[in-house]
């Protein structure tokens, strides 16, 4: 089980927090995941529409505590990889695959 609503965390263990219309946000591994998923990074243009249709509903998971497969963990991984920073990545990935950051 994986709790989406688990906070990031810097280097320092104090949560991370971000600046959306004015406001500071708890940056939250649902926040991170389903922007990562929904994003349209330019070499992603191409992508099949079943591809995105993928993304959509696994995003849709990504909301409290849920039970996600393997793939659909690994498809997570490889989009906040391509969205996000160093510490942003590895702070999410410790949180859906621990024994991947090592």
């Known amino acids: 089980m994986i709790d989406f609503g688990e906070q990031l965390t810097g280097l320092d263990g104090k949560g991370?927090?971000?600046?959306?219309?004015?406001h500071e946000?708890?940056?939250?591994?649902?926040?991170?995941?389903i922007n990562a998923l929904l994003a349209m990074l330019p070499?992603?243009?191409?992508l099949p529409a079943?591809?995105?249709?993928?993304?959509?509903?696994i995003a849709t998971k990504a909301v409290g505590q849920?039970?996600?497969?393997?793939?659909?963990?690994?498809?997570?991984?490889?989009?906040?990889?391509?969205a996000y920073g160093p510490l942003v990545v590895a702070r999410a990935w410790q949180l859906l695959d621990p024994a991947s950051v090592r």
């Open 16 to 22: 991370l927090v971000e600046k959306a219309n004015g």
């Open 25 to 33: 946000v708890e940056l939250t591994l649902s926040l991170v995941a």
């Open 43 to 46: 070499e992603e243009h191409a």
């Open 50 to 57: 079943t591809d995105k249709v993928r993304r959509f509903v």
């Open 66 to 82: 849920a039970e996600l497969t393997a793939e659909e963990i690994a498809i997570v991984k490889a989009c906040i990889g391509r």
